[in-house]
């Protein structure tokens, strides 16, 4: 049980890490220009938000004590790592042409359960930062939410941003959606 916990702690810290080395190489120079390479022309982000725990009832999931930095990252073109304020993701949702809004988000949700860590695949819409509580309605894909739980680690889909203004993420969940 306390090698689930010790994982759990671990793989709630790599993004913060992350982060961090991602904030710090941002002082001075971008790492694709102290590397000499052009700033790439787009790129899949999958975003990561960490939370002390999760409350759900009537489709309404909340991601209880926030962090107050959603890490996001990329591995194609290029490895990109960095971080935006949470309270700057949520009126990032509906900004361009293939926004979460227009074309809502696959998610994991991974958390603690009676010191099982369980995952569960949601649609996310409507999020809505109260505090330091992230909330959005979801629809369920696969697994179960229970009404509360742990430590908890929400991944969220890729979408194209901002390198170009078209974004093949969106073309692409919307054709493996059909």
Do not use: C
């Not at 359960?113 to 894909?141: C, M, Q, W």
């Not at 509360?148 to 889909?157: E, H």
């Amino acid at each position: 049980m306390t090698n689930r916990r010790e994982l759990l702690g671990a793989a709630a810290l790599i993004p913060l890490a992350l982060g961090l080395r991602s904030a710090m190489a941002a002082e001075g120079k971008p790492a694709h220009e102290k590397a000499g390479h052009e700033a790439p022309k787009q790129a899949d982000f999958l975003f990561v938000q960490n939370a002390q725990g999760i409350t759900y009832a009537d489709g309404r999931l909340t991601l209880k004590g926030i962090s107050p930095a959603t890490v996001m990252f990329a591995d194609r073109p290029e490895r990109l790592a960095t971080h935006m304020a949470t309270a700057k993701f949520v009126p990032f949702w509906s900004e361009g042409k293939d926004s979460f809004l227009k074309d809502p988000p696959n998610a994991t949700l991974s958390f603690l359960e009676d010191e099982a860590l369980v995952d569960a695949v949601v649609v996310l819409h409507d999020p809505v930062l109260t505090g330091d509580d992230l909330s959005y309605n979801v629809k369920i894909l696969e697994g179960k939410i229970p009404a509360k739980a742990g430590v908890a680690v929400l991944f969220i889909d890729i979408i194209g941003m901002p390198l170009t203004p078209i974004s093949y993420a969106g073309a692409a969940r919307r054709a493996w959606r059909r």
